[in-house]
């Protein structure tokens, strides 16, 4: 009886440790996966410039970033003034960045140096603007890529579905939300957004 029972009981830690083995293994996974989403920073990724000049996403340490593909012929092309009244009342703490796009519908159709002077002319846009880019298929930016695989941002899977859609970085690189077409900064999810995210500083 007494053998049985210290086998039983050699039994019972033997099933303890491998739980507790399994359960380690499945941390270990769980941390090695969240640390293979991390790696993928915002601030590695570089844009070219509407005049041609290599940008480094670095240079938005520290500030709010809200990403738009922009087109000069969309019902949504006023909202080159809505953002770019919103740019010049935070830009202390906040940059729009621009990337023109000609895949839906052929709204932007006009050439880098057409596109900077049309929204120059109409709209005295002074946020930075990048050269036409594809934000879908198998062309999609390296930022557009980013911005729309959850392993490489942690979570969101969202692609443009038209014009004007945007995205919202916070000031440590973290994709924190998409907002459609229509969202304008007096929007309140908008609004709500960047409250939370001053708050969570």
Do not use: R
């Amino acid at each position: 009886m007494k053998f049985k029972y210290i086998a039983a009981c050699l039994v019972g830690i033997q099933v303890w440790l491998t739980g507790c083995f399994n359960a380690n293994k499945n941390v270990s996974a769980q941390m090695s996966k969240e640390m293979k989403i991390s790696s993928e920073s915002f601030y590695n990724l570089k844009a070219i410039s509407i005049d041609g000049k290599e940008v480094s996403m670095s240079i938005y340490k520290g500030k709010k970033v809200i990403i738009l593909n922009v087109a000069s012929e969309c019902g949504y092309t006023p909202q080159y003034g809505d953002w770019q009244k919103f740019y010049e009342n935070n830009s202390e703490e906040a940059v729009v960045l621009g990337f023109p796009c000609n895949q839906f519908m052929g709204q932007e159709p006009g050439t880098e140096k057409e596109i900077a002077s049309f929204c120059q002319k109409n709209y005295g846009v002074t946020f930075p603007l990048f050269e036409k880019i594809d934000v879908k298929g198998k062309n999609q930016s390296p930022i557009y890529k980013w911005l729309s695989d959850p392993s490489k941002n942690g979570w969101c899977n969202e692609v443009p579905s038209w014009n004007f859609c945007k995205y919202l970085v916070d000031e440590n690189g973290k994709l924190i939300h998409f907002f459609a077409s229509g969202t304008k900064p007096e929007s309140t999810e908008f609004f709500e957004a960047i409250a939370k995210s001053s708050k969570s500083k």
